[in-house]
């Protein structure tokens, strides 16, 4: 067991490049010019705001299901079903948003997944293949709204 009495902690071997003051001036030096990302907001209106708001959002809930994930694998307790399916029915609704601000459907969406899935794993989806994203790209055949359909048959005997 480790011993955090300030007495018995060891001294740092050299001096510490920077105080963490410092370090943040350096930090935000790289921070987008928040004013400039505000008016290009109000600039593109609602939807850009609606993606927005759905896209984090997605990534919060995202992390929701990693919580249940985590509390069944990592800390043995029972995978709790109830909470998983809410926390995925999340995600759900924040992709339907997305959809939405983006101007595509759900069904659009998981159209394109699937021809870029055949793409890149011919077949089987054996993962030979998926190397070549410019060719994978190519390989996509899209209508004129940016969107291909693909009949799906296989699996849903």
């Not at 480790?2 to 740092?12: A, G, N, V």
């Not at 043995?76 to 601000?101: H, T």
């Not at 998981?110 to 994203?133: I, S, Y």
Request: charged share 30%; net charge negative.
């Amino acid at each position: 067991m480790c011993d955090l009495r300030p007495d018995r902690l060891r001294k740092p071997q050299r001096e510490a490049l920077m105080t963490t003051d410092e370090y943040q001036v350096l930090a935000m030096r790289t921070e987008a010019d928040q004013e400039a990302i505000l008016e290009r907001l109000k600039a593109l209106g609602p939807q850009a705001v609606r993606l927005d708001n759905a896209a984090r959002g997605l990534a919060s809930e995202a992390g929701e299901v990693c919580d249940v994930v985590a509390k069944y694998v990592e800390f043995g307790r029972p995978l709790d079903r109830a909470a998983l399916i809410e926390e995925v029915g999340g995600c759900l609704w924040r992709i339907a948003q997305i959809c939405k601000a983006g101007g595509f459907t759900i069904e659009q969406a998981m159209e394109a997944n699937v021809r870029q899935l055949r793409v890149r794993h011919p077949g089987k989806f054996d993962g030979a293949a998926g190397k070549d994203r410019d060719a994978e790209r190519k390989a996509i055949v899209q209508d004129g709204h940016g969107f291909g359909h693909v009949q799906i048959t296989e699996g849903l005997e």
